[in-house]
T-cell receptor, first 116, second 112 residues
Framework: GAGVSQSPSNKVTEKGKDVELRCDPI?????LYWYRQRLGQGLEFLIY????????KSGLPSDRFSAERTGESVSTLTIQRTQQEDSAVYLC??????????????FGEGSRLTVL | GESVGLHLPTLSVQEGDNSIINCAYS??????FIWYKQESGKGPQFIID?????DKRQGQRVTVLLNKTVKHLSLQIAATQPGDSAVYFC???????????FGSGTRLLVRP
C-alpha cells in the first residue's frame, strides 16, 4: 500500500487476555518501529527492527510484551495477559533509512487498545 | 531517562497570525531533531527536521530554529490556518542513529 497500515484500528479486550497488533510497513522500508501513546501524552518508544532483527527492545515495558517481524515486512506486537495500564494507542512507523541517521518516520494511524 | 519537554501544553492563535511552538531538549548528544503534527485519530505526520550543524531551516510556511547553547527548539508557522489545528511534537535522537525520543506535545488551536 501507499502508507503504513495497522490492524485492528480498535481493540477492546478483557483483562488477562492476549492481543496481537499488526503492522504492514511501506514496501521496501527496512526500519520498523513500535511506539505507545497513552491518552494526552507523547510517544513512548517500544522496539526497533532493522530488517527482521530487533537490535533495540529496550522500550518494551515488561516480558508480557513481544514483537516479531518476518520477511522484512509485516510486524506483530503481542501483549500477553493484558492489564488496564496497557490501554493506549500503539503506533507503528517505518523508515527507508538504515543506520544513516534517523530520517523521517512514516506512521500508521495506530491501533487503539482498551483493556476492560 | 532522557526526555524532551514542551513549555506550552496548549497554544491558541487567531487565524492568519504566526504561531511559535517551543521545545526544550535535555540530551546534549542529540544531533537530529524533528517536528511532527498529529491530528485527532491519526498518526503523527512529518513537518520538518533539522540537524545540529544548522541553526535554522525553512519549509513551506514553517521554520525550525535550533539553539544548541540553551538546548531549545522552536517551530514557527506563518499565517496559521484552521487546518494547522493539531498536536505538535518535537523529537530528538539522543545521539542515536535510529531512535527518536518524543516530547509530550503542544496542542495548537486556531481561532477563526
Amino acid at each position: 500500500g501507499a502508507g503504513v497500515s495497522q490492524s485492528p484500528s480498535n481493540k477492546v479486550t478483557e483483562k488477562g487476555k492476549d492481543v496481537e497488533l499488526r503492522c504492514d510497513p511501506i514496501s521496501g522500508h527496512t526500519a520498523l518501529y513500535w511506539y505507545r501513546q497513552r491518552l494526552g501524552q507523547g510517544l513512548e518508544f517500544l522496539i526497533y527492527f532493522q530488517g527482521n532483527s530487533a537490535p533495540d527492545k529496550s522500550g518494551l515495558p515488561s516480558d508480557r510484551f513481544s514483537a516479531e517481524r518476518t520477511g522484512e515486512s509485516v510486524s506483530t506486537l503481542t501483549i500477553q495477559r493484558t492489564q488496564q495500564e496497557d490501554s493506549a494507542v500503539y503506533l507503528c512507523a517505518s523508515s527507508a533509512r538504515s543506520g544513516q541517521g534517523t530520517g523521517e518516520l512514516f506512521f500508521g494511524e495506530g491501533s487503539r487498545l482498551t483493556v476492560l | 531517562g532522557e526526555s524532551v519537554g514542551l513549555h506550552l501544553p496548549t497554544l491558541s492563535v487567531q487565524e492568519g497570525d504566526n504561531s511559535i511552538i517551543n521545545c526544550a531538549y535535555s540530551n546534549s548528544a542529540s544531533d537530529y531533531f524533528i517536528w511532527y503534527k498529529q491530528e485527532s485519530g491519526k498518526g503523527p505526520q512529518f513537518i520538518i527536521d533539522i540537524r545540529s550543524n544548522m541553526d535554522k531551516r525553512q519549509g513551506q510556511r514553517v521554520t525550525v530554529l535550533l539553539n544548541k547553547t540553551v538546548k531549545h527548539l522552536s517551530l514557527q508557522i506563518a499565517a496559521t490556518q484552521p487546518g494547522d489545528s493539531a498536536v505538535y511534537f518535537c523529537a530528538e535522537n539522543g545521539g542515536s542513529s535510529y531512535k527518536l525520543i518524543f516530547g509530550s506535545g503542544t496542542r495548537l488551536l486556531v481561532r477563526p
